[in-house]
């Protein structure tokens, strides 16, 4: 049988062997921590608590405001020391809530748990609302959204993303082989709101352990299957992902629910676990701190709103001066200026490199070798779009399909000239993007 | 830690392959052909290639000090283009016809419209196509101390018998880097495994043109008048070395293919119907002519967009 995968794609030197068989080791935040109010896509959160509150962990501190949103949870128990902008990772400063921790870690009386069996499908979703989770993988879509289309019924695939594409990062890797039951479980409660719906566990095949690991564990599952998809990046970008396990192709104008598919990342689907199974709601993550400028890689379980610059110093600190510190992995992280920023519900990885190919590759003259169209995974010509962007001809790159465009970076990455493709396409996206919300 | 970051867009990786990288490959492919030239022509072919070679790469450099540009002679492009006109040159030509072809495929057919990248015709080919208007009886005289014959093709023309192995091997009269047909083909090897060049192109071109030959060459499937045909001229450097121009071949998958066919039928209807023996340059200077078009027409439809336009 051919493997598993899409047309196009990179495959760039993936790093993980520096963190991959470090076990996931919990991180106890030492000073403040920052919770951004806007760490999803949708209306920043309300914060109901106020300065001089002492706040408890597990406790809810900010309520989701409308419907696309989602609220957010105290980590750790302390003093509530103010509510103002912080830089986050992206370079903005975004309205936060700051608690001083006690290092008490006193918790909140969880609130009881129903079995499983008598929660319908309305309390389901609503735990998974109320627990604050997000896509984890990056996007930060609020997860009980994607859970609750318009006709639960037409949905024909719940599919986990184990593919982990993205260079460097070892996060999801440890936690499949770490915490498998839980994965196993949150996959059962999504499917459990799906009627008609079968499970897919989409693993890379350069992780032959865990796809050993949870066909075992599946074995017995009849609605569930793993599948082994071909190395190549961006196999876990949603699209490509239901395409390889499916076959459905859609395109930017529709929802993975318009293909019958709803899709969920690792740490994601082990969060609705945490709500739905044991009541608790989203307050940590896996963070890959790595790169070779980092003295010793690892998995951190961290709690959200911990400050970069203690993983950085739990990960031995820096063996050698870094010249980029990404947030996330290498192809679609965001460089960051600043490690006194906080960790958020969707940081995947801290990526540190004494060596920035970006700033040492001059970009010079298009040679048209069209490397970025073989390689462009939404099959558009990276090389037009690029030139129409760089005019600003607005409707030539409507025309040419510049909006199909994922911003998965594989033409920047291949091009002999060293042009910032994806750069000045993404910049004209964000421009239509902004013009459509206008209307 | 006070020290400065590096702050862009993602992505924050890039690949090895460099714009230099790519264009030192092809020089590198096109040695056995040019070692083989100089093995075959003598002394004179070494010369002209030199020749031809500086006053590519000068002109360059000194076009762009002119005009206060950055100097890009660095890329090797300027190399690539000398060392393939002066493969297409006779090594009879004397050496101001490769400093006039240097120049001019430089000059006019590069640099004049923007540089690299930016000429819509190969240089190497446009500065050898004015050379045979321009200097007609040094470009086609092809008779040297060894070789006192027709070139095969015009042998063919003509209705002579002509030796295959000779001309597979390269032992024929022609220009300095045509002949070989094994050396062009060892280069083209490296090329593809390299990745740097793909058969869509060359594929497609050599298969139209045998199956146009077969059509309507009047010898029916004759495979020693189609080996001819291969080995014989310049189909095997343009199709491998010179249609494969990236900048100057258009850069959708379906439009290489196009592109290959057109070129292929062209290249059939030059050498059969044609007064001259040879017509691949002149196919494949018409075919950059038309890249535009083929890339309009062969947009590719994006992802998820199976078939109905958006």
Known sequence: MARLTFVGGIHPYDGKDLSKDKPIREVLPKGDLVYPLSQHIGAPATPI???GDRVLTGQKIAEAAGFVSAPIYATVSGTVK????????????VMSIVIENDGLYEEVAWPEVKPFEELTREEKINLIKEAGIVGMGGAGFPTFIKLSPKEPEKIDYVIVNCAECEPYLTSDYRKMLEEPEKLISGLKVSLSLFENARGILAVEDNKPDCIELLKKLTKDETKITVKALKTKYPQGSERQLIYATTGRAINCDKLPADAGCVVNNVDTVIAIHNAVIEGRPLMHRIVTV???????????????????????????????????????????????FDLDVPTTKTSSALLCLTKDDVSEMEPSACINCGKCVEVCPGRVVPRKLADYAEHYDEEAFVKNNGM?????GCCSFVCPAKRPLTQVIKSMRKMQLAKRKKK | MSDLMKVSSNPHIRSKVTTSSIMLAVVIALLPATGFGIYNF??????????????AVLTEYLYEKIMHKPVTIGDFSAVVTGLLLALNLPSTAPWWIGVIGGVFAILVVKMLFGGLGQNFMNPALGARCFLLISYTSIMCNFQTDTYTGATPLAALKAGENVNILDMVVGRTAGTIGETSMIAIVIGACFLILLGVIDLRIPGSYIVSFVIFITLFGGHGFDSAFISAHLAGGGLMLGAFFM????VTRPVTKKGQY????????????????????????????????????????TLPKAFGRGGEKA
């Open chain 2, 243 to 246: 249609a494969t121009d990236y």
């Open chain 2, 258 to 297: 196009v592109y290959g066919i057109f070129l292929g039928i062209l290249t059939g209807i030059f050498r059969l119907f044609g007064p001259s023996a040879e017509g691949v340059s002149y196919a494949i200077i018409i075919g950059n002519l038309i890249v535009p078009l083929f890339e309009k027409v």
């Open chain 2, 42 to 55: 003598g002394l004179d072919a070494l010369i002209l290639i030199l020749v031809t070679v500086a006053s």
């Open chain 1, 290 to 336: 790595t790169g070779d400028a980092i003295a010793d890689p690892l998995n951190f379980k961290v709690r959200i709103g911990t400050n970069y610059h203690e993983l950085v110093d739990e990960a031995g600190g820096f063996k050698e001066q870094p010249v980029k510190i990404i947030s996330g992995g290498p192809m679609m992280g965001f460089g960051i």
């Open chain 1, 82 to 93: 103010a509510i103002e902008p912080r830089r986050v990772v992206t370079g903005d400063n």
């Open chain 1, 404 to 408: 199909e465009c994922c911003e998965c």
């Open chain 1, 49 to 51: 608590v106020k300065k």
